[in-house]
């Protein structure tokens, strides 16, 4: 079995986050669904992004890698792909996990893992995260719910 990619970038972490739904929908279909998402498409996720003040012109993943400095890490085919937003004294990886259950029914996670290198930078994001977390949390259960939605569409047009 292969090991999952955010256990091989951060297997140890001082902070994480962590949400999952079930879709009607192949692997294949979810990955490729989340690797397409727009969350400029939820008006939630992208009040949360302009009340944090990050760039909201483009929130695809690409827009996250190149607005916000995201790094697109590694990618294993229609199971996970892993993100490296890490900051100064502190790592951060997010992954999105695909588990196909059976045909066309798929566990879909994600997860952001956060390790804090230095003393001082665990007692200010531990202050940070006590704020943002529920909303960190939304807008992951949000990026879950268009994945959802956009592979629902999917199977319409079909």
Not at 31 to 57: C, E, V
Not at 87 to 93: A, D, F, G, L, V
Request: charged share 25%; proline share 2%.
């Amino acid at each position: 079995m292969q090991q999952s990619l955010i256990n091989k970038y951060l297997p140890q972490f001082t902070f994480n986050e962590y949400h999952a739904t079930w879709m009607n929908a192949s692997i294949k279909d979810c990955f490729i669904a989340a690797k397409s998402m727009d969350i400029g498409k939820s008006f939630l996720t992208k009040t949360l992004m302009n009340l944090r003040g990050l760039p909201t012109t483009d929130l695809t993943l690409q827009g996250f890698i190149k607005n916000i400095g995201f790094t697109y890490l590694e990618e294993n085919l229609y199971n996970e792909f892993v993100i490296d937003a890490s900051q100064k004294n502190i790592k951060i990886i997010w992954n999105f996990y695909f588990e196909a259950i059976k045909e066309n029914k798929t566990l879909v996670s994600t997860e952001t893992r956060i390790l804090c290198l230095t003393k001082r930078s665990k007692s200010l994001f531990q202050l940070y995260w006590l704020v943002v977390k529920p909303f960190s949390g939304l807008t992951r259960l949000e990026m879950l719910r268009l994945i959802r939605k956009n592979v629902e569409i999917k199977k319409i047009q079909k």
